[in-house]
């Protein structure tokens, strides 16, 4: 089966500029994630979407963050304005069914944002 | 709160030496779910195993062997007769019991095999 696809591999952007992370999940997968992972950090949760609606979004700095997920199967999300902090790899993972707690996730190759 | 700690940050065997990764977790749910992922270079987390809190059997898969102790809260991995390709970032991670997952990584280990 066709895996998790994310676009673009990679971002470079000055800061304040605005940029958008696009993922694709497995086919079938209703449940969507999407991660900030630091350098030589673990990944952490931003926002989870079942189908297309938002199950947490705790973690997401929503001031400048955004996901949407328009009829439950791609994903698009956005930071605007970028902060040199946002600096990571943005990581889209998906999970079968409705993203129960024993369901591993499968994972795009991620997005490397730089903020210059 | 949940917690996961891999106190190895990087480790460094030569080629046909067994290595461990360690995990200790922290949760208040009876019921849980622990993970281990591999990240390559390339970028991608790869799923490698689950385990629920009440399976305490120990697994094993190829060269990969996992050991689940409740009483000292570990899920510790073992590479047995290492090889290159198993160089990685290895995450572990603990789920959660109830309605949707919510899940907290490690800060992982960095696991470099020399030829």
């Known amino acids: 089966e066709a895996g998790v696809a994310q676009s673009p591999r990679y971002k470079i952007i000055e800061k304040r500029q605005s940029v958008a992370f696009w993922c694709n999940p497995i086919s079938g997968h209703a449940t969507l994630y999407w991660y900030q992972q630091i350098l030589g950090q673990g990944p952490k949760l931003l926002i989870q979407?079942?189908?297309?609606?938002?199950?947490?979004d705790s973690q997401l700095p929503k001031d400048r963050f955004s996901a949407e997920r328009l009829k439950g199967v791609d994903s698009t999300l956005k930071i605007q304005p970028a902060k040199l902090e946002d600096s990571a790899v943005y990581l889209c993972?998906?999970?079968?069914?409705?993203?129960?707690?024993?369901?591993?996730?499968?994972f795009g190759d991620g997005t490397r944002l730089s903020i210059l | 709160a949940q917690k996961v700690t891999q106190a190895q940050t990087e480790i460094s065997v030569v080629e046909k030496e067994d290595v461990t990764l360690d995990c200790v977790y922290e949760?208040?749910?009876?019921?849980?779910?622990l993970f281990w992922y591999k990240q390559p270079p390339s970028g991608e987390l790869v799923f490698l195993i689950r385990?629920?809190?009440?399976?305490?059997q120990n697994e094993i898969s190829g060269r990969y062997s996992w050991n689940f102790q409740k009483s000292t809260s570990s899920f510790n991995f073992t590479i047995t007769a290492s090889q290159v390709v198993d160089s990685a970032v290895y995450f572990c991670?603990?789920?959660?019991?109830?309605?949707?997952?919510?899940?907290?990584f490690g800060t992982g280990t960095k696991l470099q095999v020399i030829p």
């Open positions: 993972a998906s999970s079968y069914g409705q993203g129960g707690p024993n369901q591993p996730q499968h």
């Open positions: 991670a603990l789920s959660n019991s109830g309605g949707y997952q919510k899940v907290t």
């Open positions: 979407f079942q189908n297309n609606g938002v199950v947490d």
């Open positions: 949760t208040r749910d009876t019921t849980y779910y």
């Open positions: 385990r629920n809190s009440f399976d305490e």
